[in-house]
């Protein structure tokens, strides 16, 4: 007789956590629950990419979502530095970001530095159509487990030369000490034009030309400009030389926290925006800034053409950037033969002509 209590007892009490287990697990997050989300931009406020893409991004997010999603953007890299993005996004830092492939070397995005490697890309245009090609072909798996893509790779208008006196052959190259902001590729076509490569960060390459310390500095129009540096270093090349792929993502947990409804908002309608404002906020801004500088540099300095045959010469410095971009690849456990392979496909297929 006890023992008949006893396994009634035990049964009654299996049957009940049995309900509270299933339970459990049919609970889902409920479609009208409010989201916030916290985004890290490196720009400050007055940057064109706050202006034509992330203020129109957290539009964007309130219109698809109806109002349930919110996103808090802090700029000037309020809650963490550029070079930290992937891991402090996929830490819970905070939500959404920007990765840079500059500072990608070491994260799963580095297939994605490929985009910058020098002369590649002739513009913004083939540039996109190119990268998204590659992506398709090699997507970032490892990264996609600890975040959520905001759309495909995006990318910067081009880094040209500025430099303290014209440049017209590679002959006026030698012997120059030449800033850039890191990358063995780069490094090494810089020292292939017989100038000497110094690494400098972008906030101190003002005063390094100003002084002096260095002759040129690679820069891009758009951040030339807004750093003054077009005023120590007046002469500019009408070289397209380098793009930096843009990689924005949200963290993989919190997507995976969202209620449905807002996974699909993201998946179908908001995802893939903030690439295209980026070209689109590029393609415009950099006109105008082309515009205003050669208004501005009027007898005191300017764009530089070179002719074809010296375009040439400086351009074929390129294949010791791509080699190393090759052996580095290699050195991460990648192919970095069939990497660069493909993306030379690839470049054919737009009707790219490599230099080398």
Request: charged share 25%.
């Amino acid at each position: 007789m006890k023992n008949k209590i006893l396994k009634t007892v035990i049964s009654g009490f299996t049957i009940l956590l049995l309900a509270a287990c299933g339970s459990d697990q049919t609970t889902s997050t409920p479609s009208n629950e409010k989201v916030q989300l916290t985004m890290n931009s490196q720009f400050a406020t007055v940057h064109h990419i706050h202006r034509n893409v992330y203020e129109p991004f957290l539009k964007i997010v309130d219109e698809k979502t109806n109002g349930q999603v919110s996103v808090e953007l802090h700029p000037n890299s309020a809650l963490g530095a550029p070079d930290t993005a992937y891991d402090d996004i996929k830490n819970g830092v905070y939500d959404v970001g920007m990765i840079t492939a500059t500072n990608a070397l070491n994260t799963p995005f580095f297939p994605y530095t490929i985009g910058t490697l020098p002369f590649a890309f002739p513009d913004l245009e083939t540039a996109y159509n190119v990268l998204e090609k590659f992506e398709v072909k090699h997507p970032p798996k490892k990264a996609n487990q600890d975040l959520y893509n905001l759309g495909p790779v995006a990318l910067t208008e081009p880094q040209t030369i500025f430099s303290r006196t014209p440049i017209k052959s590679v002959e006026d190259l030698k012997g120059m000490k030449i800033a850039f902001q890191g990358g063995k590729g780069i490094e090494k076509l810089v020292t292939s034009w017989g100038a000497t490569p110094v690494v400098i960060k972008g906030v101190d390459v003002y005063q390094a030309l100003e002084r002096g310390v260095v002759d040129a500095s690679l820069y891009t129009v758009l951040g030339g400009m807004g750093s003054k540096i077009h005023e120590v270093g007046p002469y500019l090349l009408d070289l397209n030389i380098f793009n930096t792929p843009l990689i924005t993502v949200m963290s993989k947990d919190v997507y995976e926290r969202m209620p449905d409804n807002v996974k699909e908002a993201f998946d179908n309608e908001i995802s893939g925006q903030v690439p295209t404002m980026y070209k689109g906020s590029y393609d415009s801004e950099l006109a105008k800034a082309k515009e205003q500088l050669t208004q501005e540099l009027e007898g005191k300095g300017g764009w530089i053409k070179l002719s074809p045959e010296e375009e040439a010469k400086i351009k074929l410095g390129a294949k010791a950037a791509w080699d190393a971009w090759i052996e580095e690849a290699n050195k991460k456990g990648y192919d970095g033969e069939q990497l660069v392979a493909d993306f030379k496909e690839i470049l054919k297929e737009e009707g790219v002509e490599l230099p080398f």
